[in-house]
């Protein structure tokens, strides 16, 4: 038995035989790419975030390796097994590379981009998948008849929306910015409070993950009874 150790100086394909007693041994042929893992980019939105059952894309550019390695990737965590993720990997020209990604499940992915057989980039990211469409919203504070001066509310569940984070904006009639209170109540669960100053239409943004909801921006009509 013998082990055999070397050291590659340039990235590029190669090609190794093996002899024995000065006589080359057949089927001992082997042909390997090296490459630098650093030189890989490796980008794109979805390694940030997923949203599931759309399209989420990585990118995945090899110019700097001299290579002609595959590029692939692995998902390893339990939603895997229990619902498969669906992906295709796109050669789009010759060192440019998407993986488009679609999860059938909310929650937290583990995923590893490879490049011939080698984890590269970030070896395992943790990704959030996310689906703005469950978020539901109630409450008096999205609905008319609100009054001036009146300390209004409304709630936001994303407990099936998976692990992400709400964010709301407010714009009263004149156009000015409605400072409002958002407050965790739960696990998923937020309790949103504003006081409006003047009449008029009030607008809602209300973001989960980065992504508008549904419905988002909501209407609200303000009234005045003191100007009657």
């Known amino acids: 038995k013998h082990n055999v150790t070397f050291k590659i100086d340039h990235t590029g394909r190669y090609q190794m035989g093996i002899k024995c007693n000065n006589i080359t041994v057949s089927r001992c042929d082997h ?4 490459f630098d893992r650093k030189a890989i980019k490796v980008f794109g939105p979805g390694m940030d975030q997923a949203i599931m059952n759309q399209d989420n894309v990585i990118e995945v550019d090899t110019e700097e390796t001299n290579g002609s390695g595959e590029v692939g990737i692995i998902f390893g965590c339990p939603l895997q097994a229990l619902c498969p993720v669906n992906y295709e990997i796109k050669h789009v020209s010759e060192n440019h590379y998407t993986i488009n ?6 929650g937290i992915y583990e995923i590893t981009v490879t490049y011939a057989g080698t984890a ?5 990211m943790t990704v959030p998948c996310i689906n703005p469409s469950c978020v539901t919203i109630n409450g008096r ?16 569940d994303t407990s099936n929306a998976g692990p992400g984070t709400v964010d709301v904006t407010m714009m009263n009639a004149k156009g000015e ?3 409002v209170d958002v407050e965790q109540t739960d696990c998923g669960l937020y309790n949103i409070t504003y006081v409006p100053s003047c009449s008029g239409d009030y607008r809602a943004g209300i973001t ?9 921006p909501f209407v609200t009509q303000v009234s005045n009874p003191n100007s009657v």
């Not at 042909?31 to 090296?34: I, K, L, N």
């Not at 990604?101 to 909310?106: A, C, E, K, R």
Request: no cysteine.
């Open 120 to 124: 590269i980039g970030p070896e395992t």
């Open 101 to 106: 990604y679609s999860p059938q499940q909310v």
């Open 141 to 156: 504070g999205l609905q008319s008849a609100v009054l001036v001066g009146s300390s209004v509310d409304f709630t936001i």
């Open 31 to 34: 042909t390997f790419t090296a």
């Open 177 to 179: 910015n409605v400072p």
């Open 208 to 216: 989960f993950g980065g992504q508008e909801v549904l419905g988002s």
